[in-house]
């Protein structure tokens, strides 16, 4: 190929990226936006917000008709990615506009310019059919991660966002060694082309699926996927609640797209030389059990969420290791209700959080009389966590488990039922953590008197409007499994 | 909209109603929820007239859409918003529907809390309606699941000193059970197609799920591929699943321990929605479908079901026997009483289904009448010890004359409910028409047996609280052990001249149950060996 049809590729392919040069606009936007005189966190909520609105109006309106190859093969434009993109820039709006209180020392442009930086690397991360541009996107995603974990600013939290650095970077080194190991192997980069699965069919050995691992173990650690989870709790408890929000949606959700395009190409149609089918149901059978026996003796509300939201990645990852396009689809099913709800309940923890410093279990106690509506939200959000009607989460359950069955009956590895089994005991036992939290709002005697009425608008508001979503998400899935099922999930 | 679906809404529309009053009136809230209660009462008399008893199958039925998801080219999935009632569920939503009116007139008496308490119970009054409604099996699991959390909520917020306990142990036991039947759902679902259709369509709907017809060939679930895991077929395993799931609910000995606690510990009237209506919700998930679904399997593994009914029956006899509190005494008459209706389904023949439901619907009056008795004590002097009391009738006539009465009927005296009940479930059990016999003649020596520890325990304890000479160990509760108030009696009598009824007048509910069960068994029939 000529460089002038390079050039050309390029110049063509920025004609798709609408959304991400916006992103990339908003972010220099913030960056000046720090000279102005008297810099207001309100000014930087609205630039930051507005980038996030015109880049998912953005998304939705240019949305791919057909699969498109863009920048001489390092991304992929087609309707996968883009309906990843909306979860990820649903989940920084969200963020954007938590924590309204002007009384945090932490909004500054820089942290709504990293939550951007974030929601970017993630977009770019979903879409990469190149390992290189996979590596930068992870890169961008990753360093804006590390420094909004310390963004309370405290030795707590740069002693765990240190810790989250090390592993972090550790693991991107171990990635891109795996990434030289298969471009060694197959002589190309673009894991989505055929030359890298001819490649992988004609050099089966141990060796590719080391460095599959390898490579995989880089974005399992954007997960949170046991063995690669250990990160989690303390940024948890360590960092700003809406940047635990964010990190609870986004990085997974982007990690999980990846992870769908690069193990859909080192699964060779289950032609592969060990089964990825396997690996990927034990690490997610690992994680189910892990995070839920975790998160039975934390007291901090923050790393009891850490704990679920490892459990819940696994079964992310089980709806992955099906290896089908309705796996897959059950996948983005459950990340739109995990973001919904995840949201819904650290919208709820930062209110409480935020007005009376509420932090453990056992300072919830009998707030539930004190504060009726937000109560109800935070314990209808965990509800959805668990997977019980009437909530938007027992769907999501319920069709990743059907979808694993099948799988299992028309023939897949044997692991595929212990995943399920596995699966389904994770419920009995998240229930017993996550019920925590209601059990101290409702059955426990106040500690806090002093909290008395108060009636939080904006709380009030965005945790309704996120529960009817969860709602509408149970009583009518068909509103978002049809239109999953019209997507084009050819990779 | 129909009938079944107002059943459900107007509880759910006063929740909301509730929901939006300001906190201060406990008044509005009793009042809303018992207006409530009485336009459902009105909405089962319009039922009533346009339900024929005779004919068989579904009536009233309302179909439409609700989930559909594209597995891949030509094979979906599918779930239906799908009411409708026959034989069995028209009596058990009846009796739902009465003891929810009672249950909200008992609960007038609950001071602390009202609204969040009355917005709890119109919740579960409409997931008990919508779970003895639904036909599709998927709609079925959510009604179902829906009733455990305002129940752990009734049962922890509400109840008695160890209520915290008692509800977390019920919500645990319960949602396991919950996801045994998940797993067997999810299986049943996979396995099973809608007849008549060129695509593969998975369905939920029951009444394709009755019909062994539409297995999918090769599929699990499919005879003739007879898939094993381990010892058992994989028919088997889903069977068993399933049949635990709703044992825990039903609840049979050895699933049965959340029970004394939940409903010792259980505010009154939320003790007999418990006792009456949920631990109903178990024997008709087993009736309604896991038999009809697993017929050969259920069948040949009746011996071990009747075996589970009779341990439960002589079981939670002695076990009520040795009551110190007069409410677990009751709680274990419960599981005592529940067994006939295990032993009926396990005798497959249609004597035997009919005992079974008529079971459900007689100890669902006699049970509200049982804990209301024991609330009506406790009310008084906040305590239930058998012991601490004696010749209570002479201080209370009205109080000792009913609970003489109910106990009679709860004890299976002729010419009450109970009678009727355990008579058809006994004749059932030593049918010897049917060939092979599917529980031995011992089993209904046993249960008999059982009868007889329930006359003992029931004269016994009236014995030594109403008879003898009146004297309490309490100090301070002489004064107030006063007779029943006509609040108390307003609930109390209807329910007693319901059993009274049904035992004059069987066939009242009988021409109900009958048409069911010949229609069951001529389903079941083909598939018993």
Same mark, same amino acid.
């Given at each position: ?6 050039? +050309? ?225 303390? *940024? ?172 299992? +009956? ?50 009030? *508001? ?25 997507? &084009?999930?050819?990779? | ?213 539409? *297995? ?132 497959? &023949? ?81 049918? +010897? ?7 031995? +003649? ?88």
């Amino acid at each position: 190929m000529q460089w002038s049809d390079k050039v +050309q590729w390029v110049l063509d392919s920025l004609s798709f990226l609408h959304p991400e040069l916006v992103l990339s606009t908003g972010v220099l936007l913030l960056l000046f936006s720090s000279f102005i005189r008297r810099p207001s966190y309100v000014i930087f909520r609205w630039i930051s917000s507005l980038t996030l609105i015109i880049a998912l109006a953005l998304v939705i309106a240019e949305w791919p008709q057909r699969p498109l190859a863009l920048m001489v093969d390092m991304l992929r434009w087609d309707e996968f990615a883009s309906s990843i993109k909306v979860i990820i820039l649903i989940g920084g709006l969200l963020s954007v506009w938590m924590g309204r209180s002007s009384s945090r020392p932490v909004y500054t442009a820089e942290y709504f310019m990293l939550i951007l930086s974030v929601c970017l690397g993630g977009s770019l991360l979903a879409m990469s059919m190149n390992f290189l541009m996979m590596i930068l996107s992870l890169e961008l995603m990753s360093i804006s991660s590390y420094v909004l974990a310390s963004f309370r600013l405290d030795r707590h939290a740069a002693e765990s966002s240190l810790k989250y650095f090390l592993f972090g970077a550790a693991l991107t080194g171990v990635a891109i060694f795996g990434m030289s190991l298969l471009f060694g192997i197959t002589g190309t980069l673009v894991f989505s082309s055929q030359s890298f699965t001819e490649g992988l069919f004609n050099h089966p050995g141990p060796l590719t699926v080391t460095a599959g691992i390898m490579v995989l173990a880089a974005l399992l650690f954007k997960m949170a996927i046991v063995p690669f989870h250990w990160w989690a709790p303390d *940024i948890y408890e360590a960092s700003p609640t809406p940047i635990v929000a964010l990190f609870s949606v986004v990085p997974k959700v982007a990690g999980m797209a990846a992870i769908v395009r690069l193990s859909l190409a080192l699964h060779l149609f289950g032609q592969s030389y060990a089964s990825w089918q396997w690996i990927l149901s034990s690490l997610a059978i690992v994680t189910i059990i892990i995070g839920n026996l975790a998160g039975l003796g934390q007291q901090h509300v923050r790393r009891l969420m850490a704990y679920s939201s490892v459990s819940q990645a696994g079964f992310l990852l089980a709806g992955i290791a099906t290896f089908t396009p309705q796996g897959i689809q059950q996948c983005i099913f459950y990340a739109v209700t995990l973001l919904v709800a995840n949201y819904l309940v650290f919208g709820m923890l930062d209110h409480y959080e935020e007005r009376y410093g509420m932090q453990l279990i056992r300072d919830f106690s009998g707030q539930g009389q004190q504060n009726v509506l937000a109560g109800i939200l935070l314990t209808f959000g965990l509800i959805s966590l668990v997977g019980l009607p009437p909530a938007g989460g027992f769907m999501a359950k319920f069709l990743v488990f059907a979808t694993i069955f099948n799988e299992y +009956q028309a023939g897949g590895e044997g692991i595929l039922l212990i995943l399920l089994l596995v699966g389904l005991l994770g419920t009995v036992l998240s229930l017993f953590f996550y019920m925590k939290i209601p059990y101290a709002l409702y059955f426990q005697a106040a500690r806090h008197e002093g909290a008395g009425k108060h009636r939080p608008m904006t709380y009030g *508001i965005l945790g309704i409007i996120l529960a009817s979503l969860l709602l509408l998400l149970f009583a009518y899935p068909s509103l978002l499994t049809l239109w999953l099922n019209r997507l &084009n999930f050819a990779f | 909209m129909g009938l079944l679906s107002l059943l459900i809404l107007v509880p759910v529309a006063t929740a909301l109603v509730i929901l939006a009053l300001p906190q201060s009136r406990p008044t509005f809230f009793r009042l809303f929820s018992l207006v409530a209660v009485s336009i459902q009462l009105m909405i089962l008399g319009a039922g009533w007239f346009r339900y024929n008893p005779n004919q068989t199958g579904m009536q009233l039925t309302e179909h439409y859409p609700w989930i559909e998801v594209v597995l891949r080219q030509g094979e979906r999935v599918h779930a239906d918003y799908l009411l409708a009632v026959d034989g069995m569920s028209a009596p058990l939503i009846a009796l739902s529907v009465v003891v929810m009116f009672i249950t909200v007139v008992a609960s007038f008496k609950i001071v602390n809390k009202t609204k969040s308490y009355f917005v709890l119970l119109m919740l579960l009054d409409a997931a008990v309606i919508g779970a003895f409604s639904a036909l599709d099996l998927l709609l079925f699991f959510l009604f179902f699941e829906f009733m455990l959390l305002p129940l752990y909520f009734l049962v922890g917020i509400w109840g008695g000193p160890r209520r915290e306990y008692a509800a977390v142990k019920f919500f645990l036991y319960t949602f396991f059970g919950s996801i045994l039947i998940l797993i067997g759902i999810i299986v049943i679902h996979i396995s099973f197609r809608s007849p008549g259709v060129a695509d593969l369509i998975h369905t939920f709907n029951i009444l394709e799920l009755q019909d062994q017809s539409n *297995i999918i060939v090769g599929s699990f679930l499919d005879s003739a591929r007879a898939y094993s895991w381990g010892p058992l077929t994989a028919r088997m395993w889903v069977f068993i699943l399933l049949f635990i799931g709703f044992a825990i609910k039903l609840p049979s000995v050895p699933f049965h321990t959340w029970l004394p606690d939940a409903h010792v510990e259980a505010p009154t009237p939320v003790s007999v929605v418990l006792a009456a209506l949920v631990l109903k919700v178990g024997a008709y998930g087993i009736i309604r479908f896991t038999l009809p679904i697993f017929p050969g399997e259920a069948a040949a593994s009746s011996t071990v079901l009747g075996l589970f009914a009779v341990i439960s029956i002589i079981y939670g006899a002695l076990n009520a026997m040795a009551s110190k509190d007069f409410k677990r005494l009751i709680a274990y008459s419960s599981v005592s009483h529940m067994g006939f209706v295990l032993l009926g389904v396990a005798s497959f &023949n249609e004597t035997g289904l009919s005992g079974a439901v008529f079971q459900l619907v007689s100890h669902g009056i006699l049970t509200t009448l049982l804990f209301l008795l024991a609330g009506v004590l406790y009310d008084r002097t906040s305590d239930r010890t058998i012991s601490n009391y004696s010749g209570l009738s002479i201080k209370m006539p009205k109080y000792g004359s009913i609970v003489l009465v109910t106990s009679m009927a709860s004890l299976g005296l002729p010419a009450f409910s109970g009678f009727i009940a355990e008579w058809l479930v006994l004749t059932g059990a030593f049918d +010897q028409t049917h060939l092979p016999d599917y529980v031995p +003649q011992w089993m209904g020596f046993a249960a008999t047996f059982g009868l007889l520890l329930g006359a003992a325990y029931f004269i016994w304890t009236y014995q030594r609280m109403f008879l003898g000479a009146f004297g309490t160990t309490l100090t301070t509760a002489k004064d107030e052990l006063t007779d029943l108030y006509s609040r108390e009696m307003v609930m109390l009598v209807p329910l007693v001249v319901m059993t009274l009824l049904l035992g004059i007048f069987p066939q009242t509910l009988l021409q109900y149950i009958n048409t069911f069960a010949s229609a069951w068994f001529n389903q079941v029939s083909p598939y018993l060996n």
